[in-house]
């Protein structure tokens, strides 16, 4: 291939590492690309909540519009921040394997955890899960990119803060006093780096084919789906997390309301070779214990 690949990225540390990692898996198959940062809207908006910014595609949004525009050839994205529709004429051309999915709480010590307490974190997610299990605490807003985040937790009189194991690992900056919280289900995909491509561009998809981790496509494939059947984004604490185990594949799912005081959840297995269908049969089970209800709350709530 004579053509050098334009690989679009978020300008985050974070996201120029995946895209960094997209560029050397190129170069082993003999291809030669470059790194072009584009901002995001999530980027520039930093002092809003991220639901109040849109339900879905806020990270996603300029890379798009660069890619349908011709000015980048392949979008680099952390899976998790993409809608589960992505726009007309852009498709899935290759996941990379999963690096880890779980959450860390990054704390200045454990003892808040049994009395009153302050936690930061921008995710629904995280927070209805977190209220959940601590009722008593308070949940203050965090964003900004990995760096950032660690150091406004240092300077504020929070007691801590929740990241993705991935994203601290990535930039190796694994604090010296974080847990892994194995008890909270991460965001569906969490861990993951999608290439995306455009639809009519067969030799760029023919060339990322070599890129794509068989396992952890199936996954966050099937977390995706639990997703979409619940119609939720950024606005809605949702979980899911797939694991492959032997011949079968077994999902867990929740969906809380953000205040912690409801946490539905579902866990179910299908045989690896039918796993089509998992994620909506358990989105179905949720909703039948009220997880509509829930959404309804929330989308009335928060305007999405």
């Known amino acids: ?39 995001s809207e999530g980027d520039l908006n930093t002092d809003v909540p991220l639901y109040e910014l849109g339900i879905t595609g806020i990270f996603t949004r300029s890379l798009d519009i660069a890619l349908l525009k011709g000015k980048i050839d392949i979008a680099v994205h952390s899976m998790k921040d993409v809608p589960t529709m992505l726009p007309q004429g852009i498709v899935k051309a290759a996941v990379l394997e999963r690096a880890n999915p779980a959450d860390v709480l990054v704390h200045k010590g454990l003892d808040f955890l049994n009395t009153e307490g302050v936690l930061a974190t921008g995710s629904l997610r995280r927070k209805a899960q977190w209220l959940h299990r601590y009722p008593l605490h308070t949940v203050v807003d965090l964003r900004g990119n990995v760096p950032t985040r660690l150091r406004k937790l240092n300077e504020e009189s929070w007691n801590a803060a929740i990241f993705a194991a991935a994203g601290l690992e990535r930039l190796d900056q694994n604090p010296e006093h974080g847990v892994e919280l194995q008890w909270m289900v ?57 694991s492959i185990e032997g011949e079968s594949i077994r999902l867990r799912g929740v969906l809380g309301s953000t205040d912690g005081s409801q946490l539905l959840s579902v866990e179910k297995e299908a045989e690896i070779n039918s796993f089509k269908g998992l994620g909506r049969r358990c989105a179905e089970e949720i909703l039948s214990k009220g997880g509509g209800e829930i959404l309804k709350t929330i989308k009335s709530r928060i305007g999405s």
């Open 1 to 39: 291939m004579n053509r050098v690949i334009r690989i679009g990225s978020r300008d985050s540390a974070l996201a120029l590492w995946q895209a960094t990692t997209v560029r050397d898996r190129l170069e082993e198959l003999g291809t030669t690309s470059e790194i072009v940062p584009i901002k």
């Open 186 to 242: 991460p965001a569906p995909a969490q861990g993951a780096i999608l290439v995306v491509a455009k639809q009519q561009d067969p030799e760029i998809l023919e060339i990322l084919k070599a890129l794509n981790h068989d396992p952890t496509d199936i996954c966050t494939a099937v977390e995706r789906e639990f997703l979409r059947e619940l119609e939720g984004g950024c606005s809605a604490p949702i979980g899911a997390l797939a």
